[in-house]
């Protein structure tokens, strides 16, 4: 590769990275300070982030964004916490700041939370380096709630990525989010992995608190995609959220689908995000008596 030039160099090298380089990698690829200038000049590099460059253009995406952040934090630095969960799908939602970790001194920027760590085990997963998927779990355990936590795990165990084993050795007693993986690893439920709402992320713990056996959730039943069942009490929970629902045609498609169900011989009942945030002890105490438990 020397002898290429020096632009096929860079550009060779930014196709690998979503079209971006840093101001360490075009030294190390022979294109000193007065030259990388110049190309500033021209065009041909486009500032993305202090010592962070586009090559050629400005286009923007996801994974250009991700590397920003990375080659920002410099050399041996990788994706981490909720980012790294999020990448590797995870989480549902793109954190905001990017998280990023590194062994190098590095503040972070608007838009960019980068930790100090002295050491940390990197991987690649879609061509970017993150932390381990163990590592992750555990930095992300130190700021989430539990219940967000227990979601992520469940979606680790149902593609088939969660090594509890692994999970627990990296939970050391003393290590920030230690306590609250292992509360999690107590509690994990891979039915979680099957919600698809905030709203029914809060109905599986409130069944857990009310020693409910848990329901199967999102499922088909008699043709309509249900969000939570007891086939054996032919019991069904629509759960209505603040976004769902609301139109006239949204309500006539509900009713039908309860005719549906009820010509099966199910049982509907319905709750909103009021009921299970305000009056979870009422929703608890119902669904007890449905299941013929004491209340």
């Known amino acids: 590769m020397s002898g290429l030039s020096a632009k096929v160099r860079v550009a060779r090298l930014a196709d690998r990275q979503a079209g971006l380089v840093s101001a360490i990698q075009l030294v190390a690829l022979g294109v000193d300070t007065r030259e990388s200038s110049r190309w500033v000049g021209h065009g041909y590099l486009l500032p993305r982030l202090p010592r962070v460059y586009a090559v050629g253009h400005r286009a923007a995406s996801v994974a250009a964004d991700l590397w920003a952040a990375v080659l920002y934090a410099g050399p041996g630095a990788m994706l981490s916490h909720a980012t790294a969960l999020w990448w590797h799908g995870l989480l549902d939602h793109r954190p905001w700041p990017l998280q990023v970790t590194t062994s190098r001194r ?5 838009g960019i939370r980068v930790y100090g760590r002295r050491a940390c085990e990197r991987i690649l997963h879609e061509g970017l380096p993150t932390t381990s998927l163990e590592q992750a779990l555990l930095d992300y355990a130190a700021v989430a709630p539990l ?3 227990r979601h992520a795990l469940a ?4 593609r088939k990525v969660l090594d509890i084993a692994a999970v627990r050795a990296t939970a050391g007693n003393g290590r920030p989010g230690s306590t609250e993986l292992r509360k999690a690893l107590a509690r994990h439920e891979p039915k979680l ?15 857990e608190r009310a020693g409910i056996p848990m329901p199967d959730v999102n499922v088909w039943i008699a043709g309509v995609l249900v969000d939570a069942v007891w086939r054996q009490q032919k019991l069904v929970v629509e759960l209505d959220g603040r976004e769902n629902h609301s139109s006239w045609g949204q309500i006539q498609d509900d009713r039908s689908k309860e005719l549906r169900l009820r010509a099966a011989a199910f049982e509907v009942i319905r709750y909103g995000t009021r009921q299970l945030e305000e009056e979870a002890p009422a929703v608890e105490a119902e669904l007890r008596r449905e299941h013929g438990l004491p209340a």
């Open 193 to 207: 992995a099957h919600t698809r709402s905030p709203l029914e992320r809060l109905f599986l713990p409130l069944c």
């Open 106 to 110: 590095c503040r972070s920027l608007r």
């Open 155 to 158: 979606v680790a165990d149902y």
């Open 147 to 149: 219940e967000r936590l």
